[in-house]
């Protein structure tokens, strides 16, 4: 009698593409990590070509150019971030640093001394700011609006407080400092340095950063979690304009003035800088080095263009194109973690 024959068994291929799909998710995964080291990338090749193109581009003076010009808006940057990583918008930050500087330049020209002409605009940018956070969080209205409007009653203010006039007075070692050098290097771009890193060690190496990131994933559920979410918002908000005043500061050291228009768009320069150095405008992600080269990328554009001799405003386009495409590339990762 025949043995019966086994069934045969059927040999199931496996699904194709699934290397490429674990290299998808590896890299969605990652995306903080390849962010930074794409936005490297293309700032080592946007060095390169303006080096080749103009040798003007690694000589001391422009480098030293490039420092100071980082440095005011990479502190709004700086500030900016903290907004962003709690899924809120801070667009006040530009007439933050007009209202202070002009403040700061108002006092040195009635001769007040120069702590107190320091001291100022630093109390104001925070009260500002923190008053930002207090109608966003207590009366539960959108930081865009809350924002938007304070850029507009600030802009206002400032304009008559200098009666659309620069507000000059006399030189002195104030000034000296927004122009001088340390070792070689700008003392507006150790300023800078300092913010970062303080910004830094608060944001990824205490409890309030941890409870800024809760914050932004989940508003509701850090609530839950016993998170202040009350007082993280209102130090967040602070911080934003805290920044902001030391930049005004900052910029009327540079101009040995106050300049009514002054910080006019640089909230837009701000954001751009936190989102191309991995900022989500949803919250919950970003970081300090991001921001920074994110900021240092839009400067060594805008100065490479202008070395160039192409239009100014051709730099624009650029920081915009770039923005786009950061922001479709986040969206995709998203997606594709979500399958």
């Not at 010009?69 to 801070?90: C, K, L, P, S, Y």
């Not at 500002?128 to 959108?142: A, E, S, Y």
Request: aromatic fraction near 8%.
């Amino acid at each position: 009698m025949a043995e019966p024959q086994p069934a045969p068994t059927a040999v199931v291929a496996p699904p194709p593409g699934t290397a490429a799909q674990k290299a998808v998710a590896l890299v969605a995964g990652r995306w903080d990590l390849v962010l930074r080291l794409g936005l490297l990338g293309i700032i080592l090749v946007l060095g390169a070509y303006f080096a080749i193109r103009s040798p003007v581009f690694l000589s001391v003076d422009n480098l030293q150019n490039i420092g100071r010009q980082m440095a005011v808006f990479g502190i709004i940057a700086v500030g900016e971030t903290f907004v962003i990583i709690t899924a809120g918008i801070d667009l006040s930050v530009g007439s933050v640093l007009g209202i202070t500087a002009i403040v700061c330049a108002l006092e040195l020209a009635h001769g007040w001394p120069l702590l107190l002409a320091l001291a100022t605009p630093l109390l104001l940018g925070a009260g500002i700011g923190m008053f930002n956070g207090i109608l966003i969080d207590t009366q539960k209205l959108p930081p865009f609006i809350v924002t938007l409007g304070m850029l507009s009653i600030l802009r206002g203010i400032t304009e008559m407080m200098g009666g659309g006039l620069d507000i000059t007075f006399n030189p002195s070692g104030f000034t000296d400092f927004g122009i001088n050098l340390t070792f070689g290097i700008p003392n507006l771009f150790l300023v800078l340095a300092g913010v970062c890193i303080v910004a830094g060690v608060l944001l990824h190496f205490t409890r309030l950063g941890r409870h800024i990131y809760a914050l932004g994933s989940n508003y509701e559920g850090s609530r839950l979690a016993g998170i202040k979410v009350r007082s993280t918002t209102l130090i967040v908000y602070t911080i934003s304009g805290l920044c902001a005043a030391i930049a005004g500061i900052l910029l009327t050291s540079r101009l040995s003035l106050g300049d009514p228009n002054a910080g006019t768009g640089y909230e837009l320069d701000a954001i751009s800088a936190a989102v191309l150095g991995g900022a989500s405008l949803f919250g919950a992600r970003g970081t300090i080095l991001g921001t920074f080269m994110g900021v240092l990328l839009v400067n060594m554009i805008a100065n490479g263009i202008n070395l160039l001799n192409v239009d100014a405003f051709f730099s624009r386009v650029v920081e915009g194109v770039l923005l786009i495409a950061v922001v479709w590339v986040d969206q995709w990762r998203k997606r594709r973690l979500a399958q």
